[in-house]
């Protein structure tokens, strides 16, 4: 990648900030989007997450001006300025970049005609713009396929295709739906870093869409999540992953098993078929009262011998090799299942096994 | 993807595919055939005639105009009206949407007649116009080419709007939705997005419209006044003796026909697209408070349009002959326009002939043009291509001129060229209403074929079935749906059939449409239009049974094409 081609790229980023935002369908009681507050920084990426119906895409279809809601306000901050309303401003003049889903390529015109649309739009000379597409499409290291016709490409080079499109009109916000969501397993862990990276040298604001955590985690700098149209929590992906707000949070992000705890001072009982253990409570942890859920992670957990120091007892149902280390699955007395991380002792599928807590903090949510 | 392998042809298939091409050359290639032979037969006297008469090159120069006016007013009625209807959403859409295509279900000539009733020099619009405007002469008359676009505009607009609908469902909506993000504007994106991607669609429809038109008899027939066009002309040729003239006009039309067909499906095949995503619909509401107001209103106009000529119709059916002069509205009404068809013999006769007709014409349709598709689509036969060409031949030439090529070739006993006297007997009909119909029942057929996994034969010969089991249980309920489609859309056209019936009947065997037009040239409108009420029933009664029968077919249907 050269300067130049960095250049064409680059954009002015803005804020973006969604206050009390609702939005409901007719025929359907619940509101798809419900008041949804959330503020992007300019040059952020934050992500969307959540499962399908979740709001998710609304609520991007709204930030688009694609959808206006039914109550609360857009935003866009120009850095010096006042935020500006463009709750009602239509799409055409927001002049935020988006990638669609299916991206959205115009199947009858040539890949540099693709992204030099916008451009056509804001009145560019034909050759200008052409040039400006041909310099964004070796950003996204696609310049030898400018004068191909997009339905040629394959869906990672489509995918580029409409990530220079969306990024060449220098856009303040950028909108990504599902971006990766239509390329096979292999080609989405290395389409993850190279998103992150053309994002982060373009300096735009992104706001993207999906519903796969991994994806979120690779790419965005906050997440977002969502259920049912409401905001559970927006945090960096390691607050949700180490202190999830709430039971959704920290059943959809990694893997958890949660079991029902008490808290004793700064520190969290468990107590399973009459043995009891303690851990202390993460610092950032809720301090709700009432019922309350550990969050065991297969890192929060050991495996140990079946006598001697207190530990509960279980079956080992399942292992697994992740890489570095090995992740038993191990059906506790009382019927939960739970992950552990293995400490190098070989367990055998079928075996007794005992499981006691790892000198980690453990999170906690209510139940 | 299915692989369409290389499968010897069994005898028996290579022997119905060279039978299947043996009586197309005789009954669509031949009389055309024999209509050129003609034009040459006195040299070239009868082209110079051609050439350096006004009369015909009026007529040809009336042709293009009727022909390129009707594309553009089709165009200017259906493409907005079908936006209007997929994508926007206003009070009275349902009405509107399920009204659109009303005009597609009058016979030609009923159209024809609705519109003399409705804004000819007495009609009821045009008296309606005329006593507001307290004017002594009614404001227009319905007469010349203008006429005649204007009744093309109604029943032809049908094809455009149904062609775009179509490509609007299929249009994934999220392309506008990046194009307005990039910051289009609706013009831009009008131009460089939307109507590109709908080419196809507008093509197909746009060759539609131009074929019909130039092939239309009725109206011109009807309306004409001292306007020309060729495919009247033939018939004021032959009937005034003049064959060789007549000859050369089928001539010059039929080629004009062909021409024209081929630029088209060149522009229609030139920019096809596969859609990405899914098709997607998404009417919204309009953000103009005005246009919001008054689109319920430009509905319900709109509607009013579309039916007035239908009810207009049905409520002649029951004027009172002869009783209708200057009164906006038929003063009397009665019950004795229908009594007198059921109760005469001689006015019953036609229409008993045209369901005969038609019945024998569909029947034929159907075993011949499935042997045809079957052979088309699943076979190896030797000929298959030159089949397929030969099948879709009838579709180009305007009917008037496949009649005089019947006319031409069949008036004489003459077994050795393989021509028989049919000229004047009941058979030259639905020999020419099977012609007419061959290829719009072979595409149906072939349409429901291509979408059936061909290896499912092969899998059912491979368990033992023979060709003959096979085709029974396995290809004909693939076949089924386009079976059903084509054969009902032949019904239809064969039963309302007016262009060939007009060039080719005999007292005895001729159908409610020449019957119609025989009452209007006795100003006995009732009559005519108790007959034109009858044919709607017939149409309408063809439509419903073959609903019915796709129904009970679906299951079938989806059994095959989930296999």
């Known amino acids: 990648m050269t300067d130049t081609s960095d250049a064409v790229l680059h954009s002015a980023p803005g804020a973006l900030v969604l206050e009390h935002v609702t939005r409901r369908y007719p025929g359907n009681p619940d509101p798809s989007v419900d008041d949804l507050s959330l503020t992007i920084a300019p040059g952020e990426l934050l992500a969307l997450v959540g499962a399908s119906g979740s709001g998710k895409t609304t609520t991007l279809r709204i930030a688009a001006g694609y959808e206006t809601p039914d109550s609360g306000r857009v935003l866009l901050g120009d850095g010096a300025a006042a935020p500006r309303d463009i709750t009602r401003e239509s799409p055409q003049r927001r002049g935020f970049g988006m990638v669609f889903q299916h991206y959205a390529l115009f199947p009858h015109m040539r890949v540099e005609e693709n992204v030099a649309f916008g451009l056509e739009a804001r009145g560019v000379r034909r050759a200008d713009r052409l040039a400006r597409a041909r310099s964004a499409l070796d950003a996204v290291g696609l310049g030898g396929k400018s004068e191909r016709s997009v339905q040629a490409l394959s869906g990672g080079e489509q995918q580029r295709v409409a990530l220079a499109r969306a990024l060449v009109i220098q856009p303040r916000v950028l909108l990504l739906d599902e971006p990766l969501s239509n390329l096979d397993p292999t080609l989405r862990q290395s389409m993850r870093d190279e998103l992150r990276s053309t994002l982060r040298l373009s300096g735009v604001t992104a706001l993207f869409v999906t519903h796969d955590q991994e994806d979120a985690f690779a790419v965005a700098d906050r997440v977002a999540m969502l259920e049912r149209g409401r905001l559970l929590q927006v945090g960096t992906p390691e607050t949700l992953y180490h202190a999830p707000a709430t039971r959704a949070v920290a059943e959809f992000v990694g893997r958890a098993a949660l079991v029902s705890a008490e808290r004793v001072g700064d520190r969290v009982r468990i107590t399973i078929d009459g043995v009891a253990l303690e851990a202390r409570v993460r610092q950032e942890s809720a301090t709700a009262d009432g019922a309350l859920l550990a969050v065991l992670r297969p890192e929060s957990l050991v495996l140990s011998e079946t006598d001697g120091v207190p530990a509960w007892g279980g079956v080992v149902a399942g292992r697994r090799f992740a890489g570095g280390h090995v992740v038993y699955r191990v059906i506790l007395g009382n019927g939960a299942e739970v992950e552990v991380m293995g400490d190098g002792a070989a367990a055998r599928e079928g075996t007794r096994a005992g499981v006691r807590l790892a000198d980690v903090p453990v999170a906690v949510v209510p139940a | 993807m299915i692989l369409r392998r290389a499968r010897a042809a069994g005898w028996g298939v290579s022997v119905t595919a060279l039978g299947l091409l043996a009586l197309l050359l005789w009954s669509v290639v031949y009389p055309n055939v024999a209509v050129i032979v003609g034009s040459f037969e006195r040299g070239l006297a009868d082209w110079k005639e051609f050439a350096s008469s006004p009369a015909d090159l009026d007529a040809l120069r009336g042709t293009v105009i009727v022909a390129i006016g009707s594309v553009v007013a089709a165009l200017l009625v259906g493409v907005p009206l079908a936006f209007l209807l997929t994508r926007t959403e206003f009070r009275g859409r349902r009405v509107l949407s399920g009204v659109a295509t009303l005009p597609a279900a009058l016979p030609p000539l009923v ?63 999220t392309l506008d939705e990046a194009a307005t993000g990039l910051g289009a504007s609706r013009a831009l994106l009008l131009r460089r997005i939307t109507l590109p991607l709908l080419t196809p669609s507008l093509a197909g429809a746009m060759l539609l419209v131009f074929m019909s038109a130039l092939g239309s008899f009725s109206a011109p027939y009807v309306f004409g006044g001292g306007a020309r066009v060729l495919a009247t002309q033939i018939l004021v040729s032959k009937l005034n003796g003049a064959l060789g003239l007549a000859y050369v006009e089928t001539t010059v039309l039929a080629v004009t026909a062909v021409l024209a067909l081929l630029l088209l499906r060149w522009l229609e095949g030139r920019r096809r697209y596969a859609m990405a995503g899914k098709g997607r619909i998404t009417r919204s509401g309009l953000r103009s408070p005005v246009a919001r107001a008054l689109l319920p209103a430009f509905a319900a106009a709109t509607v009013i349009l579309l039916v007035l000529p239908h009810a207009m119709v049905v409520l002649v059916s029951f004027a009172r002959d002869g009783a209708w002069t200057t009164q906006l509205l038929p003063p009397e009404y009665t019950l004795d326009n229908y009594r007198q068809l059921a109760m005469e013999r001689e006015l019953w006769r036609p229409i008993t002939n045209s369901v005969w007709m038609s019945v024998l014409a569909t029947a034929a349709n159907a075993v011949v043009c499935f042997a045809i598709a079957y052979v088309v689509v699943l076979s190896q036969a030797p000929g298959r291509r030159m089949l397929a060409l030969l099948a879709a031949l009838p579709w180009a030439i305007p009917a008037t001129a496949i009649a005089l090529g019947l006319a031409a070739t069949f008036d004489r006993n003459a077994p050795l060229q393989l021509r028989f006297l049919l000229v004047g007997t009941f058979w030259i009909l639905p ?90 040239r006795s100003l006995s409108f009732g009559t005519a239009a108790a007959y034109s009420v009858l044919l709607i029933l017939l149409v309408l009664l063809i439509t419903v049974g073959a609903r019915w029968l796709e129904g009970r077919a679906t299951d079938t249907e989806r059994t095959v094409n989930a296999a």
Do not use: C, K
């Open chain 2, 111 to 173: 159209g024809v007649l609705a519109f003399l009733f409705l804004y000819g020099e007495s009609g009821v619009v045009t008296r309606v116009v005329q006593r507001m405007l307290g004017m002594r002469e009614p404001p227009w008359t319905l007469s010349g080419l203008t006429a005649v676009i204007f009744v093309h505009a109604y029943t032809m607009y049908v094809y455009v709007f149904l062609f775009v609908s179509a490509g609007l469902e299929r249009y994934d909506t």
């Open chain 2, 431 to 520: 020999l020419a209403y099977f012609i007419r119909n061959i290829p719009i029942v072979t595409s149906a057929i072939e349409g429901s074929l291509r979408q059936m996994d061909p290896t499912l034969e092969d899998a059912a010969r491979g368990l033992g079935a023979s060709r003959w089991l096979a085709l029974r249980r396995v290809v004909l309920p693939a076949a089924r749906p386009g079976l059903v489609a084509g054969t009902m859309l032949a019904g239809v056209a064969a039963v309302g059939e007016f262009v060939a019936s007009v060039v080719l009947y005999t007292h005895a065997n001729r159908p409610i449409s020449v019957e119609i037009l025989a009452q209007v």
